[in-house]
């Protein structure tokens, strides 16, 4: 099998071509190392994509590999040590493949979709920035902080990350994230994590978070039995910036189409 690496053109169009185990690739940067000065150094930059990011690729690729390798040989005595690799790996690729484009050199504010989902739960921006900056600069160690879309609730959350997988929430799909690992910013700030987050809100991409936003909510985490009762109630008073999302919420409606054969 010849691998195809990762499909960016695809993913902008939300339809993702199958990634072959062992295919992962580093995706280029989309603006220069130096693009983000002076909140990012080009020296930041570069160590940061060219080395920490290429190994998370590296690893997962490496993990996936050696499970091909497990199940054609029906062995699995190293299987612990693979899916952890394969965890941390490619949650590593995910979540900084998602920071490079959460990036842009002139930031600004939040409009449109994203700053109403944002007042609808967080209350104003003010409020939500003040919580994400506290729990991305609260991080224990080396970590994230994670403002996903949960398909399952309808609506944002915020989130942290140890290392990149531990501490999430099953089904959510982040939208903006911020990488408080020290070797996202030592260069630049030594150990003041806090001027570091306060320098990156100074180049959020919030168009990319907007299209991140629009394409995570057409995704559907059924939290109930084919045509069965929601797991719980709406939100009493949170409702929907623009009207329900494409596709739903996933929650209470029936799935359409003639239904699958065999279930009443
Ligand atoms: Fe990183």
Partial sequence: MVPKGD??????SGAVLPVPPGGHRLPPLPYPYNALEPYIS?????????RHHAAYVEG????????VDERARLDFSLVRYWE???????SGHIL????????????????????????????????????????ALDVEGSGWGVLVWQPQWGRLEILTAWRHEDLTQWGTIPVLVVDTWEHA????????????????WNVVNWPDVERRLRLAMAAQVPMQSYGGPAAHGPMPSAPMPGGPPPGGTG???PPPGPGIPGVP
Avoid: K
């Fill in 7 to 12: 499909q960016p053109e695809a993913e902008t």
């Fill in 42 to 50: 080009e020296t930041q930059l570069r160590i940061h994509h060219d």
């Fill in 60 to 67: 997962l690729n490496t993990a996936e590999l050696a499970l």
């Fill in 84 to 90: 952890r690799e394969l965890a941390f790996n490619g």
């Fill in 96 to 135: 900084h493949s998602i920071y490079w484009t959460n990036m842009i050199p002139s930031g600004g504010e939040p409009t449109g979709l994203v700053r109403d989902c944002i007042v609808s739960y967080f209350g104003s921006v003010r409020a939500f920035r003040e919580q994400f900056f506290r729990a």
């Fill in 185 to 200: 910013y030592y260069l630049d700030y030594q150990n003041r994590r806090a001027d570091y987050i306060r320098a990156w």
């Fill in 251 to 253: 929650l209470a409606e």
